[in-house]
């Protein structure tokens, strides 16, 4: 079974708490994680529970809206299933003190000005390919950022799935004429 790794902007998005989200967008990622809920892939996280930590931080008001299966109850759904191996994986990732942030993190210079914040969902990545020897996509839907080093993703061996293709390249543009 494919797994992945879940930015939780996409999560965000699919809430319809991102403005910057276009209907099609929200849409999409509202697909994408009944996809994951009915079983069809599973979430890649750490064992030391910083992506969890994050989906709680930014998603325990999970009642603001209205879609009852995917917006309303994800979180819920996702603490339920998070140590469920048929649903979820965890996977083991190095902290160091080296600037990189992890271990699994890629040692490229080029990707020094991306956000540590976010290191934490590629270093998931390697780990799990690592670990299994199969790569799994970063799921990704409006952070901007992360389509400006889509190349570099692709250089170091990183598979990241826009799934809001036309809206982050939107957004990427516009941050650049700025």
Not at 148 to 174: K, P
Request: glycine share 4%.
């Amino acid at each position: 079974m494919k797994a992945v790794v879940i930015d939780t902007n996409v999560i965000l998005v699919a809430k319809g708490r991102s403005e910057q989200a276009w209907s099609e967008c929200v849409s999409s990622c509202r697909e994408r994680l009944n996809q994951i809920i009915e079983g069809a892939e599973k979430i890649i996280i750490d064992d030391n529970r910083a992506i969890l930590g994050e989906y709680i931080d930014y998603l325990e008001d999970d009642n603001l809206t209205t879609d009852e299966r995917i917006n309303g109850h994800f979180l819920e759904w996702f603490i339920r299933n998070y140590t469920n191996t048929e649903q979820c994986v965890q996977v083991t990732i190095t902290p160091i003190q080296d600037g990189r942030g992890f271990e699994e993190f890629p040692d490229d210079p080029e990707l020094s000005d991306f956000d540590p914040d976010d290191r934490k969902f590629i270093a998931v990545a390697v780990a799990y390919e690592n670990k299994h020897q199969q790569k799994s996509p970063i799921l990704q839907a409006v952070d901007s950022q992360w389509y400006g080093f889509r190349e570099l993703f692709v250089q170091n061996g990183l598979i990241v799935e826009f799934v809001c293709e036309e809206n982050i390249r939107y957004l990427y543009e516009r941050r650049q004429e700025n």
